[in-house]
């Protein structure tokens, strides 16, 4: 059982930068792949980045790759989602969630944090 806390939300304006962090429980952490996803309002969950368990593979959704890094800090069981050059698009609440043994994958994740909302003023 792995149980996640996301952090870091807020307002930002167009343009702007917001590092999001997602702290991990359990002594597990540096087997699970971990992955960011997002939700606005009136629109399905999706995909924004993923990090494999071992940290060697990334992988960005295209509205994202160029502007957001996801990396992970195994010795404090946190992965983190920094981004920038923001857009109103981006305004969603952000979820982190987590893979036994995840390669980077777009779906497939096992546990799920409560989200944190991230909003872009235009």
């Known amino acids: 059982q792995v149980q996640l806390v996301e952090s870091g939300g807020g307002l930002v304006q167009a343009g702007g930068s917001l590092g999001l962090s997602c702290a991990a429980s359990g002594r597990t952490f540096s087997s699970y792949g971990m992955g960011w996803f997002r939700q606005a309002p009136g629109k399905e969950r999706e995909f924004v980045a993923a990090i494999s368990y071992s940290g060697r593979t990334t992988n960005y959704a295209n509205s994202v790759k160029g502007r957001f890094t996801i990396s992970r800090e195994n010795a404090k069981n946190t992965v983190n989602l920094q981004m920038n050059s923001l857009k109103p698009e981006d305004t969603a609440v952000y979820y982190c969630?987590?893979?036994?043994?995840?390669?980077?994958?777009?779906?497939?994740?096992?546990?799920w944090g409560q989200g944190t909302q991230v909003t872009v003023s235009s």
């Open positions: 969630a987590a893979q036994l043994r995840g390669l980077g994958q777009r779906n497939g994740y096992d546990y």
